[in-house]
């Protein structure tokens, strides 16, 4: 099986970057695509609360030159449908590549409350990335909408810049103990649970939000709001590979799936790099197996039998733009041959097509005009029996 | 068939009512003749029907042709 | 070994979608016909001679090797292989006329009957449900026989497979004859084989068409549904002629001898008595039936030419069911000599 590449990566975030890394360092050809620039959802973050790499730009930087250090090709462009093979075939905005296997690690997409202004209001208040517009809020109050680890780790990051942070979970929150200690520690975080956001005010940019709990509706005046609620998996983006509610992917036999767009994945850096490590070593032992290659009987061989009779006669010196049509002259074959003998003339372009008739069609051709036939034409269009 | 021994390309236009009977010619001559095989009959049938004939029968014909010439 | 493929980064789990993508099998999984597993299979063919021609419309001649492949993926065990090869050299017959059955628009497929020890030997079905699935022997060997043609003939479907609708016997059509339960000699014995030997009979048909009777005590009654059923206007066998076959269920077999009847007799009074009213076939379908020089005998059409063209076999286990089986009509019964059987 050929294939432009032996691995491409889905997305260039924590998990696909250090899959893409861990195939390329075992000699395998990569390419990583990524829509945006590298990092994920990691350039969101500038603090790492489980990892010890620093910031999130800083660790980005980190597993980007160590993934391109082992020789991964980094490609700019989105990936809009994966086919399974083999070979793997991938439609990307640049064209379509090929590859003997495939890691799907392209994440979650950003979240979404789904109200009405939400889209006007972008980069105007509601922003889903807090490292990237954190700063806009110092000295002004936010709400962080979700229930999982993201939205627990983007509380942290704004509680440092925003004077309170609202985080209003839909129902319970879902973020392991450790963040939800980190969260308690924080005096400007409040965690408002089984709390939906109903509306989005203002004119231009963000004024407040309406938040109904169990207590009824009010009103929260925030000057940002970051929804990590309605984030999506790439569900669909892989040809018959099944999803779960959210759109992420459960992986199956010959596509490996890493990090967040992983079902079940959980959501931390640590998880994710793991996942990523796991699939770069899934694919590098897949392409292994598959290296002696399977060696198979060819259930199409024959042999040709020795021709029998004379030997063929010298081939005509007539070329391919000499075509002819042979009838029989029976009823309707001579119309037929002449429908036919149209198309060939227009798919080839031909000037102009030869013509034989028989005189009748009960008796045998004419052994000048089968002579006149072999001789002047490379390809002639027999109808023999209606 | 006369003219494939050669060396023309030279598919025969062939009604499934006598593909049996080509076939025998076929055999009795050792050659394996390029067939377009058309429904039967062909005589009789309106320009409307003809037309059909040709449509069902030219794909094949162009597939056939570029495949003797080489061509993809 | 010649002609063994490399398929590079393909693996055992990946083979079904590569098999797939080059065009192969049937559109169920098959078996990789490794050289290991292609040796293994024809180990069975040793000393055995091919005896085979070039199959059309690829005019190509199969080897032990892809003759074996075929049979590999089809599911066969090595013991299988003779039988497939019997097979193989009947339909190659000219009177079989593959090519024809080949290309026809016609849901025909090579149907495969079984006499003899080899069914013993190999586990071939001539009991309960024969016709039908759960017998491997019956389900691999029929389909080895159709993915021969298929792969060295080039046979595709939709390529020069021309079928309007096609058949699901077309995926496999194998079983053996209920020599034990038959009140008849064995059908090869008929057909002139020594009793004893292993035989494979085929012919091009469709599938089989079921013959109910629960009600029949004598012969005379079920001649007169089994005349009923091959009496229709709407099989090849009316026109184009040719083979067609009265697989008989054991009971309604036993009926039938019960009352002194013998295969031949059978055969005979169903071509005098299976006629198709001229009043059911339409004025234009009478036409197209002239055209092929066939003429109502009074006031009815037989069934094919003679009584000769009916084959009465017997096949199955308890109950009161039999098979009509019309054929594609240009073909005819071949039979073989099942090697080393």
Redesign the interface.
């Known amino acids: ?3 432009d590449w032996d691995v491409a990566v889905v997305g260039a975030g924590a998990a696909g970057l250090t899959a893409a890394r861990v195939a390329a360092g075992a000699g395998l050809r990569v390419v990583a695509y990524e829509r945006l620039g590298p990092g994920g959802q990691l350039v969101n973050l500038t603090t790492l609360h489980d990892h010890p790499g620093g910031t999130g730009p800083e660790l980005t930087a980190a597993l980007t030159a160590a993934a391109e250090g082992a020789g991964v090709r980094l490609a700019y462009a989105e990936v809009t449908r994966v086919q ?4 793997t075939r991938l439609t990307t905005s640049e064209g379509e590549v090929t590859a ?1 296997v495939v890691v799907v690690a392209a994440g979650l997409s950003p979240g979404r409350l789904g109200l009405p202004g939400e889209a006007e209001l972008a980069g105007r208040g509601v922003s889903t990335c807090a490292a990237c517009d954190g700063p806009l809020f110092r000295g002004r109050p936010v709400a962080v909408v979700g229930d999982d680890e993201w939205t627990a780790t983007e509380a942290l990051e704004l509680a440092g810049h925003a004077t309170a942070v609202t985080v209003l979970v839909p129902g319970e929150p879902r973020w392991s103990a450790a963040r939800d200690r980190l969260l308690a520690a924080q005096q400007r975080v409040e965690v408002l649970t089984g709390a939906a956001v109903t509306a989005l005010r203002g004119e231009g940019a963000l004024s407040g939000v309406a938040v109904r709990t169990a207590d009824g509706e009010r009103e929260l005046a925030v000057a940002g709001v970051f929804p990590f609620v309605g984030r999506r998996g790439p569900g669909g983006l892989v040809e018959g590979l099944a999803a779960d509610a959210d759109g992420r992917l459960v992986p199956s ?2 596509v490996l799936v890493a990090g967040d767009a992983r079902a079940g994945a959980d959501q931390t850096l640590a998880a994710a790099e793991a996942d990523g490590r796991a699939a770069g070593e899934a694919a590098v032992a ?2 292994a ?3 002696g ?13 020795e021709p029998a009779g004379a030997g063929a006669v010298a081939a005509s010196t007539a070329a391919w733009t000499d075509v002819a049509l042979f009838t029989n002259s029976k009823p309707n074959a001579t119309e037929l041959l002449r429908g036919l003998g149209g198309r060939l003339q227009a798919h080839w372009a031909l000037p102009e097509l030869g013509f034989a008739a028989k005189e009748s069609a009960s008796v045998a051709a004419d052994p000048d005009q089968i002579d006149w036939l072999a001789q002047r034409f490379k390809m002639v269009l027999v109808a023999v029996g209606d | 068939m006369e003219l494939e021994r050669r060396g023309v390309v030279a598919p025969l236009v062939v009604t ?2 006598f ?2 009977l080509v ?2 010619q ?2 009795a001559r050792r050659v ?1 003749p390029r ?1 377009l ?1 058309v ?1 039967h ?1 062909v005589g009789g049938l309106t320009p409307d029907e003809l037309a059909g004939r040709v449509e069902g029968a030219a794909g094949d014909l162009l597939r056939m042709a570029d495949e003797a010439r080489g061509r993809p | ?15 079904q ?2 098999a797939h ?1 080059r065009g ?1 099998g049937d559109g169920l999984p098959l078996v ?4 290991a597993r ?1 040796e293994a299979a024809l180990a069975a063919l040793d000393g055995v001679d091919l005896e085979l ?11 032990r ?2 003759l ?3 049979a ?2 089809a599911g066969c065990r090595p013991g299988d292989l003779p039988v497939v090869l019997a097979a193989v050299r009947a339909l190659q017959a ?1 009177e079989y ?1 593959l ?2 059955v080949l ?3 016609h849901p025909c497929a090579p149907m495969v009957v079984v006499n003899g020890p080899v069914r013993g030997a190999l586990g071939i079905n001539s009991g309960g449900n024969c016709l039908g699935q759960g017998t491997r022997a019956n389900a691999v060997i029929g389909r080895a026989v159709q ?1 021969v043609t298929t ?2 003939g ?1 046979a595709r479907p939709g390529v020069l497979d ?1 079928a309007t609708q096609g058949g699901p016997a077309k995926y496999s059509f194998c079983f053996g004859e209920n020599e034990e339960d038959s009140p008849f000699p064995p059908f090869s014995v008929r057909r002139g084989f020594a009793p004893g030997e292993s035989v494979v009979t085929v012919a091009a048909c469709e599938g089989p068409h079921n013959v109910n009777d629960h009600g029949a005590t004598t012969a005379e009654d079920l001649l007169l549904t089994i005349a009923g059923v091959m009496a229709q206007p709407g099989s090849n066998n009316v026109y184009v002629r040719g083979p067609h076959f009265l697989v008989l269920g054991p009971e309604h077999a036993a009926t039938f001898a019960r009352d002194g009847w013998t295969a031949e007799a059978v055969r005979d009074t169903l071509w005098e008595r299976a006629r198709i009213p001229v009043s059911h076939v339409s004025e234009a379908n009478q036409r197209q039936f002239a ?2 020089g066939v003429l109502p005998d009074g006031d009815a059409y037989p069934v094919s030419t003679g009584p000769e063209m009916l084959h009465v076999l017997v096949a199955g286990g308890a109950g009161k069911h039999s098979a009509w089986v019309p054929s594609f009509g ?1 073909t005819a019964a071949v039979s073989r000599a099942v090697p080393g059987g």
């Open positions: 099986m050929s294939a399974p093979g083999p070979p003997r036999a010959g897949a392409l197996a598959g290296a290659s399977l060696r198979v009987v060819d259930p199409t061989h024959g042999v040709r039998p | 499934e009512t593909l049996p076939q025998a076929a055999r394996d067939l095989v429904p009959p | 070994m010649t002609a063994v493929l490399d398929l590079p980064g393909v693996t055992e789990e990946s083979w979608e590569e993508r192969w990789a016909p490794t050289p292609v021609g070039p199959l059309p419309p690829s005019g190509l001649v199969p080897t090797e892809s074996a492949a075929n590999v993926m000219p006329n090519h024809g290309a026809t628009t993915l792969h060295v080039g021309r055209d092929w240009a």
